[in-house]
């Protein structure tokens, strides 16, 4: 088995609770639930769409961090608190992978850890070239 990689990202709950952003384990990484949280740690104001465009750039930097690219995203699982934002979130997932349609999930879910975030994304990516 290869050694992991890991990345951090600007979540203050990767040290607490003790995970990663993301793991590269030869040619698969891994990204954790990225919720919208700013460099400073803070919540992305806004609304559905701002926070889901927050969240992706953060997996794309991690991804990227770890040679990949959104190319080599293979997998994404989105979790919303309002079924009304489902439109807007997949619209925004559109934007990132089109041209790369990853299996994905979307699923309405009670809460999420703070009660502004309105979604939560992760992701899986193969490198192709590995």
């Known amino acids: 088995m290869s050694e992991a990689e890991r990345t951090s990202g600007t979540s203050p709950y990767e040290q607490f ?3 990663s952003r993301a793991i590269r384990v030869g040619d698969r990484i891994m990204v954790s639930g990225t919720a ?15 926070q889901a465009r927050r969240c992706f750039a953060i997996i794309l930097r991690a991804i990227e961090e770890l040679g990949g690219t959104a190319s080599d995203v293979v997998r994404t699982r989105m979790f919303i608190t309002d079924p009304a934002d489902a439109d807007a979130v997949g619209a925004v997932h559109g934007e990132v992978f089109r041209d790369v349609r990853p299996a994905a999930t979307m699923v309405v879910v009670k809460a999420l850890l ?8 992760e992701a899986e990516a193969l490198i192709q070239d590995a």
Request: net charge negative; aromatic share 12%.
């Open 17 to 19: 609770y003790g995970f």
């Open 114 to 121: 703070r009660d502004e975030w309105r979604v939560e994304i």
């Open 36 to 50: 919208p949280v700013e460099t400073d740690g803070s919540s992305s104001p806004g609304d559905a769409v701002a």
